[in-house]
């Protein structure tokens, strides 16, 4: 379970406070996953980020009942200077896990052979996103965090066999996935939610959240 009690969350832009969330309460049950709909420049990153524990909200809490993975494309615990193979290992024992088997995952779904052994500060951006999802999914979370905003890959294989392993994953995990485009969210979420004047309204289903969106998007 993940739960937002009253979480405020405002940024000041230099010329005006920019609301992201004011006061919002609201819960992502394990086993139902989330789409959330909102324009672009309105806090979308933002909110996945505190659901990550990677920001703070201003006000409230944020309550993580079970294991919540990165950002999907989160390089931000990665160390540019040591190799991808030295960060893997790394960070299985961060969380507990084998590092043999955090590295040879990694190794063998990135496929970007001798670069593994090399500094990250070398790679190029579609390696690193590579190795930034092959890392999230070496990791098994309750509830994965996808942001349409992340750097995304245009390797057509990697794509493949890291797809094929999500799909996989998500039968038995949840997702919370934000978005400004309802299609995004079809192949994910059970239910809905749409990011209005700094509150999040739920809905039981995609259709309903899309009815909301359309409207306010269209004024």
Known sequence: MLEFANVSKSFWTGKKRKVILDQASFRVELGNSLGILAPNGTGKTTII???AGLE???EGQVTRGCRISFPLGFMGGVISKHSANE????????YGLDPDYVE?????LCAIDEYFDMPIATYSAGMRSRFSFALMLALEFDIYLIDEGMPATTDVEFNRKAGEILRKRLETATVVVVSHQAKTLEKFCQSAAVLRNGQLHMFETLEEAKQLYDYDTAR
């Open 104 to 108: 040879a995952f990694c190794r063998w």
């Open 49 to 51: 980020n505190m659901m």
């Open 87 to 94: 960060n893997a290992r790394y960070i299985a024992r961060l």
């Open 56 to 58: 703070k909200p201003d």
